[in-house]
């Protein structure tokens, strides 16, 4: 499926093909079912907590950027989901939330802003109680909070060659590039500076990480 705001014969009723892309991601992850793969052409969207099936892949062109809105996407309950290659910022709460399901894939995306400090801090890249997955290459920073999240029962998740940078609660010294309190993790390669806590936190509830 494809997706492309700026095309004049976008149409969120049509095919989403090459021809007739639908003019919003929250109308191609209704349509998409396993095995499918969305590609997002180049221009400027809203977030709407894009929800993909299991077994979806989303990605982006150069050029793809979510601004605003709740989330740019929300998984809940999905295995074996891919998201690659967005630039997320400026949503009112987490820039990418998973929660719950397997083998997620969180690749090259670039991801700055989410929330707002005191009244709404959030994570940019969180989650929770995911049973595998890799988050990888992603750049994360200005964050209201931690720049990459692991927490509940997630494990057997690997990040790496992410770069966490710059994230600031600013009304308590909280933030960390990474943060880490769920079980059998795997931190490996990444890039912290300038976050105002830690830079890789492993914190109560993260035993056995790497």
Do not use: M, W
């Not at 995911?130 to 998740?157: E, F, K, M």
């Amino acid at each position: 499926y494809a997706v492309d705001s700026t095309n004049s014969s976008c149409s969120d009723a049509g095919p989403g093909t090459a021809l007739q892309p639908f003019c919003t991601l929250v109308e191609a992850a209704k349509k998409a079912q396993t095995g499918d793969t969305v590609l997002v052409n180049a221009g400027t969207y809203t977030g709407t907590a894009v929800s993909p099936n299991s077994g979806v892949t989303f990605t982006a062109n150069p050029g793809v950027t979510i601004s605003g809105g709740t989330k740019a996407f929300s998984v809940s309950a999905k295995s074996n989901v891919t998201i690659s290659g967005f630039t997320i910022t400026g949503t009112s709460s987490y820039g990418i939330y998973v929660s719950g399901g397997s083998n997620v894939t969180i690749s090259d995306n670039t991801e700055s802003f989410a929330g707002t400090p005191v009244s709404g801090a959030a994570a940019g890249i969180y989650v929770s109680n995911l049973a595998g997955g890799l988050i990888d290459g992603n750049v994360t920073h200005d964050n209201s909070a931690h720049g990459i999240y692991l927490s509940g029962s997630t494990t057997g998740v690997t990040v790496q060659g992410n770069t966490s940078y710059h994230n600031a609660y600013q009304y308590e010294r909280n933030a960390n590039g990474i943060d880490d309190i769920a079980p059998g993790n795997s931190i490996i390669g990444n890039v912290t500076y300038a976050n105002e806590d830690t830079g890789i936190n492993i914190y109560t509830g993260g035993n056995n990480t790497l």
